[in-house]
């Protein structure tokens, strides 16, 4: 059976895991304080074009989102968050854990407008509720879609009329950056918002996630949050050779490109064999809306996600590719559906 369930499934890409043998009895400082993690961090900065910047190298996602969440609000601020937000709905509570809530705003595409996060901080008026501090969006979104330039500018716009803090969630950056409807490039990140993360674990990593904070306000003490919170790496210099082998000849972007031509391979497949979309991506998740007896047929192959039912016969699925995603299955996934298509 092959997996379109996620896209960390597989282990990592040779390269990195060469790079881990070739000098894995090296002798390091610990905690992130080695050679190779502080390369890997000066590579950043330079493809983000902020010498300014902090770079922190953390393990996994929700780990970074509860880190900073917690580290840059107060007790009593909280976050704004689409419906389909990670940090509301996948993240068992982890936000709401360190004590901040997270207000949900309706969305049919998976964004946050700047109309969305003004009502809500219209609607929050005293001391009797919780005050909006931080706007969390991801990027591409829990849906596949992605944020415009003009987009992340209109929110970076409202985020500082309104005193708050622009965070993006970037566990699948490269997928966006590398659709073919994108047009903002990694350095307008770090230009129009306060923090975001650069993912790692679902880029061809092992395990990793690269949280730049742009905001000078927000650096104070971070490393006290990060190991106050256990997210203190001893072995970091693991995390910066990762780091440094995606970055030290765009790798990362690579293999980007590939798992969104892969999605792009089955969103055509689907096209043809005559489906529908619950939703229009161009990265590298795909949701298609597919009768149920056709989904128990593919379910025989394949491993996928149910993620939401249409209506009595049919369910959307979801599919994703990866950086290691193989195309001769792929394109069996997309014959298969064919071949039950015309036999139907």
Request: proline residues 2%; glycine residues 6%.
């Amino acid at each position: 059976m092959y997996s379109f369930k996620n896209d960390y499934s597989e282990g990592a890409h040779p390269r990195i895991l060469e790079a881990l043998i070739k000098t894995n009895m090296e002798q390091t400082a610990g905690y992130g304080l080695d050679e190779y993690s502080e390369s890997a961090i000066e590579l950043i900065k330079k493809k983000i074009k902020r010498n300014d910047a902090e770079v922190h190298l953390l393990v996994g996602g929700t780990q970074t989102n509860l880190i900073a969440m917690a580290a840059f609000l107060r007790s009593h601020e909280a976050v704004i968050s689409a419906e389909t937000g990670h940090v509301l709905v996948h993240e068992t509570g982890a936000i709401e854990a360190t004590g901040h809530k997270v207000i949900s705003v309706p969305s049919k595409d998976g964004k946050l407008k700047p109309e969305n996060i003004a009502k809500v901080v219209e609607q929050h008026t005293d001391e009797h509720m919780v005050k909006p501090k931080l706007v969390y969006i991801s990027n591409p979104t829990e849906i596949g879609t992605i944020y415009k330039k003009e987009e992340l500018k209109q929110l970076s716009e409202v985020c500082k009329e309104k005193d708050l803090i622009l965070y993006v969630d970037g566990a699948r950056l490269g997928s966006a950056l590398c659709s073919f409807e994108n047009d903002l490039d990694i350095s307008d990140l770090a230009r129009l918002t306060d923090a975001f993360y650069i993912g790692g674990t679902k880029g061809g990593a092992l395990m990793g996630e690269a949280l730049v904070i742009c905001k000078d306000s927000l650096k104070k003490e971070f490393r006290f949050h990060v190991k106050q919170r256990g997210g203190m790496f001893a072995k970091g210099r693991i995390l910066g050779m990762q780091f440094l082998e995606l970055f030290k000849d765009d790798l990362y972007f690579e293999l980007a490109n590939h798992a969104n031509k892969m999605a792009d391979i089955l969103r055509e497949g689907i096209k043809t064999a005559g489906f529908e979309f619950m939703i229009e991506a161009s990265t590298n998740q795909v949701f298609p809306i597919f009768p149920n007896d056709l989904i128990e047929k593919l379910q025989e192959n394949y491993d996928f996600l149910l993620w939401e039912k249409i209506d009595v016969e049919k369910s959307a699925v979801r599919l994703v590719t990866s950086w290691a995603t193989d195309e001769d299955e792929v394109q069996k996934f997309v014959n298969q559906l064919l071949n039950e298509v015309q036999n139907n």
